[in-house]
């Protein structure tokens, strides 16, 4: 597993459903753990520039059930040597799965344009960026392999179960999910009147958000509240300069990127205080952020593209597209008493004790 941030939530869950049954390894920096807190005594830290197979195969029984927290391609070699007797368990995380798709399927042309120089050689490599998006690649086709090695598929999300049967029709499905109730505190969040002058736009610097999108449109209905901006972390730099360059000139001060990362509760309270959230994203990104707004009764924005959109539609939960941002007000007249209720049902933590029993029974 990676040093993430909700890796404790899985540690404290296995210890509590399966006590004594897990052992962990976590992949590290060179300065150690960041973010894993946990106190279990069977947890073993690899630095990721020490990382070999032959390093985690010591920590392996040749019946193991393997969990993948995502999987990155230094993980590869890893997986490709595992024994056919290893159980693989792959929890989905997004970018784990969806890397093995062309990237133009969900990143949009302008946002992806931004993550390049406003110079000649800028347009050049964004338009061979652009041609290489639109191919299959290696690592795509890398990716792809991997599905194809994992017996069972964990997640939440329909949609991310259907992405990965297309390329491993075997794979079986586990029910699980991060996100719970207990864990996040969320039935402890206070709610809030719905300020439809505040709005919280994407979940963080990655270019899958479709900010350029999003802010243009909102400078295109003369939006006139606040816009707070997740952009704490992301692989390009330039892509977040330029990303705030763009939201102060359309809106001045009203524009107000989070640059830091935050704890988890002062980053619960900025959602709570924005009367919608807009997540633009194409593909399964944000969920923690989409399921704190839905609890805490705000105005859930997604894309109409949006692969959670499905999963939303089964629970009942209620959302909006873009085009309700044009009348605002209509949006304090709806009622979103049972988003909340249906989200403290969804994640109680009791709904993960089917996936724990289920890897017990499967070594």
Not at 58 to 69: A, P, Y
Request: glycine share 4%; net charge positive; aromatic share 12%.
């Amino acid at each position: 597993m990676p040093d993430e941030k909700f890796l404790d939530y899985y540690i404290t869950m296995s210890e509590k459903f399966i006590p004594g049954k897990s052992s962990y390894i976590v992949l590290a920096g060179k300065s150690g753990l960041k973010y894993i807190r946990s106190t279990s005594s069977d947890i073993a830290v690899i630095k990721y520039h020490e990382l070999s197979s032959k390093k985690i195969h010591e920590n392996l029984q040749e019946d193991s059930v393997v969990i993948f927290h995502s999987f990155d391609d230094l993980l590869f070699p890893l997986i490709n040597s595992m024994p056919e007797c290893a159980k693989k368990v792959w929890l989905f995380w997004g970018s784990d799965g969806y890397t093995a798709l062309r990237r133009s399927t969900y990143l949009s042309f302008r946002s992806n344009q931004f993550m390049y120089p406003r110079s000649v050689l800028g347009a050049a490599k964004f338009t061979l960026s652009r041609i290489k998006s639109s191919l299959i690649l290696k690592e795509n086709l890398r990716v792809q392999n991997i599905i194809r090695k994992m017996d069972y598929c964990a997640t939440w999300v329909d949609e991310d179960y259907v992405l990965a049967k297309k390329f491993n029709p075997s794979l079986r499905r586990l029910y699980f999910n991060y996100f719970t109730t207990e864990l996040m505190k969320l039935d402890e969040l206070q709610l809030q009147d719905r300020n439809l002058e505040n709005i919280l736009l994407g979940n963080s610097g990655a270019p899958t958000n479709n900010h350029v999108e999003a802010l243009t449109y909102l400078k295109s209905i003369n939006f006139e509240g606040k816009i707070y901006c997740p952009l704490s972390y992301g692989q390009s730099q330039l892509y977040i300069r330029n990303v705030c360059a763009l939201g102060h000139k359309f809106f001045g001060a009203k524009f107000i990127p989070l640059l830091d990362f935050l704890p988890l509760n002062e980053y619960q309270e900025i959602i709570n205080n924005c009367g919608i959230v807009w997540m633009n994203h194409k593909r399964q990104q944000a969920g923690g952020n989409l399921l704190t707004a839905f609890l805490t009764q705000k105005a859930v924005i997604t894309h109409p593209k949006n692969p959670l959109n499905s999963t939303f539609d089964r629970w009942g939960l209620k959302y909006f597209q873009k085009k309700v941002l044009t009348s605002p007000q209509h949006l304090l007249e709806v009622d979103l008493r049972d988003n909340r209720l249906v989200v403290l049902e969804k994640l109680a933590m009791e709904n993960n004790s089917s996936f724990f029993n289920a890897i017990v029974g499967l070594d």
